[in-house]
Nanobody
Framework: QVQLVESGGGLVQEGGSLRLSCAAS????????MGWFRQAPGKERESVGA????????YYADSVKGRFTISRDNAKNTVYLQMNRVKPEDTAVYFC????????????????WGQGTQVTVSS
């Protein structure tokens, strides 16, 4: 079992920056690939990006590519989502997820999910 707790959400102005954190506990964090997802009101959950166990490989959705960066610190059992040049359309609840596999991007392949943190971008 892995427990995931997101933090760092809040209100940010368009063009600003925000860093989300996802702290993991319960099992060896380095054995999990991690992903970030988001869900806006009235919309389906969508992938933001993913990072491999080692942190060497990353994936980003086209909508955030070049603006968002995913990183991880296995010593701190934490994965991060650095959000730069945010837009109103980035407003959503952001979730992190963990998969006991070397590399995962499909939401259905993740084993554990956090409760989410709200990000609101004002224009």
């Amino acid at each position: 079992q892995v427990q995931l707790v997101e933090s760092g959400g809040g209100l940010v102005q368009e063009g600003g920056s925000l860093r989300l954190s996802c702290a993991a506990s319960g099992r060896t964090f380095g054995g999990f690939s991690m992903g970030w997802f988001r869900q806006a009101p009235g919309k389906e959950r969508e992938s933001v990006g993913a990072i491999s166990r080692s942190g060497v490989t990353t994936y980003y959705a086209d909508s955030v590519k070049g603006r968002f960066t995913i990183s991880r610190d296995n010593a701190k059992n934490t994965v991060y989502l650095q959000m730069n040049r945010v837009k109103p359309e980035d407003t959503a609840v952001y979730f992190c997820a963990a998969a006991a596999r070397s590399w995962v991007t499909d939401a259905g392949m993740y084993d554990f999910w956090g409760q989410g943190t709200q990000v609101t971008v004002s224009s």
